[in-house]
């Protein structure tokens, strides 16, 4: 360790030492310690310790000198830390114990006062909600640049049409821009989720100890609106073994990851051949050891493979937390691997994904063509017979017979002569064919919500405004 670094054996002694005449053996530090994950939390733990310095000063726990000297203190190892002239050290228990005796070891008898007041049990969970508190925008900001991706590409394909489907057959003709809008639709969400999460981050934790408050007299608020929360946690002992803010955050990245995996499985199928409807770049394809033509989607397919690794991190959580009786147990320093893996993934993906679609090539005219095939027509024969005063279930059955008719005769319904359709009802007259062309289907469907072009441009501009007001 660099200058100032150096800690006393004293100092390096882990938090709880003082009951134990001997140390632990050096397999069971090796199993406990958990630096090496919650490291990043670095910063976020000296943020909340110059809080709490200052609040103990503030409460005439510390003096204000003392508190000043763990503030410069705090300061100067954040600023060795960023300029990497102080190294973490590893063979610390946890980030917190490297800090505080980091700091003891710059200002001597006064950085041991920096404990005072609280436990590793307030102060993880503190550093916790600090960290999810920035990180949150910053996988919500990739979230907005994903949505602005497919908005460029709504806007350029309103009119280019593609097959929906259901079951994965051809249901009804709808426009790419109305298919890629429903992609941004979900991302929607997941910002929206991620930002009601915080409203249940941003609650502080810090002064409920142990467990069961301080015989001190600490000034919980006054430290909270130091490091800017809302307000502060209620129950001491709900406080230091509430995990629900991490389990949330993860079941928000596994829907982000789910989503983003439907995208990627649809952009696997139109890439292949039968389908060609997507021509992803090189930059993101990858060859083939043994077969020289291949073109392979393996960004794609990552995506959606690392799905079951965010899922899997949410479970993890969940059966850490299902039974353990309050308060804290240690078995919840293991929350930090899993959250922090699931925002590591679902942040790589979403900016890879964001990469990938802006740089395909879409091939609109292959959408098209697969708009003739499939009877995508069929529900607008019903509709055409419902305007002129058939009831539904009846006009259904009609189309259902010209569905049976065209197949009989190997072509598509637009393709039947005006004899057979009059063979389905006598309400069918030649104007059908304007009605159920692939173009005339998609201009017809004016609800809103539709995919009409007009309708479609009422979807941009709402997502174009949601992502304006966030910027």
């Known amino acids: 360790m660099e ?43 000296i943020q909340g310790s110059i809080a709490h310095a200052k609040m103990l000063s503030h409460s005439g726990i510390i003096s204000e000198d003392e508190s000043n000297q763990i503030v410069n203190g705090l300061e100067s ?5 960023e300029s990497g002239s102080l190294k973490i050290d590893y063979s610390a228990e946890d980030i917190h114990s490297f800090i505080e005796a980091t700091l003891t070891d710059r200002i001597g008898e006064p950085g041991k006062k920096v ?37 460029k590409i709504a806007e350029e394909n309103k009119n280019s049409l593609i097959p929906g489907f259901t079951h994965m057959q051809h249901a009804q003709p709808v426009t790419f821009a109305h298919h890629v809008c429903a992609w941004a639709w ?39 609106k130091l490091l800017g929360f809302e307000k502060v946690t209620q129950n001491s002992l709900d406080t230091v073994s509430d995990r629900d803010y991490c389990i949330e955050v993860a079941n928000n990245l596994s829907l982000i990851q789910m989503h ?11 890439a292949t051949t039968e389908f060609s409807f997507v021509d992803l770049s090189e930059k993101w394809s990858t060859g083939s050891s043994i077969m020289p033509q291949k073109k392979n989607p393996d960004f794609v397919e990552l995506i959606r493979g690392r799905t079951g690794k965010v899922y899997g991190n949410e479970i993890s959580l ?29 942040s790589s993906c979403l900016n890879v994904f964001a990469y990938m679609i802006e740089t395909a090539k879409w091939n609109t005219e292959n959408m098209e063509k697969a708009c003739k095939g499939g009877f995508l027509n069929a529900t607008d024969v019903a509709d055409y017979l ?24 190997n072509c598509e319904l637009e393709d039947l002569t005006l004899e057979q359709w009059k063979e389905c009802s006598d309400l069918i007259e030649d104007d059908i064919l304007s009605e159920i062309s692939s173009r005339a289907c998609v201009n017809a469907r004016k609800t809103i919500g539709g995919p009409a072009p007009e309708m479609v441009d009422n979807q941009i501009s709402e997502l174009k405004k949601f992502c304006k007001n966030i910027k």
């Open 318 to 346: 969940l059966t850490m937390m299902k039974g353990l009786p309050l308060s804290y147990d240690r078995d919840m320093q293991e929350d930090k691997e899993p959250l922090f893996n699931s925002i590591d993934t679902v």
């Open 115 to 151: 404990h005072t007041g609280r436990s590793r049990n307030d102060q993880i969970a503190l550093d916790e909600r600090l960290y999810l508190r920035r990180t949150i925008p910053e996988i919500q900001n990739a979230i907005i640049r994903v949505i602005d991706v497919l908005v």
């Open 186 to 224: 979900m991302f929607v969400r997941d910002w929206q989720r991620l930002e009601d999460s915080l409203k249940r981050i941003n609650i502080s934790p810090i002064g409920c100890c142990a467990l069961a408050g301080s015989g001190l007299p600490l000034d919980r608020e006054y430290e909270a």
């Open 260 to 270: 983003l995996s439907r995208a990627c499985e649809e952009i696997v199928l139109w």
């Open 77 to 81: 190892i954040k600023k060795d830390l």
């Open 3 to 45: 200058k100032h670094g150096t800690m006393t054996s004293d100092n390096h002694a882990a938090l709880w030492h003082g009951r134990f005449k001997e140390g632990p053996d050096a397999a069971a530090v090796a199993f406990e310690t958990s630096i090496f994950v919650d490291e990043r939390m670095a910063f976020d733990d």
């Open 386 to 409: 419902v305007k002129k005063g058939m009831p539904f279930r009846t006009a259904h059955g009609v189309s259902a017979k010209a569905v049976r008719i065209s197949i009989e005769n």
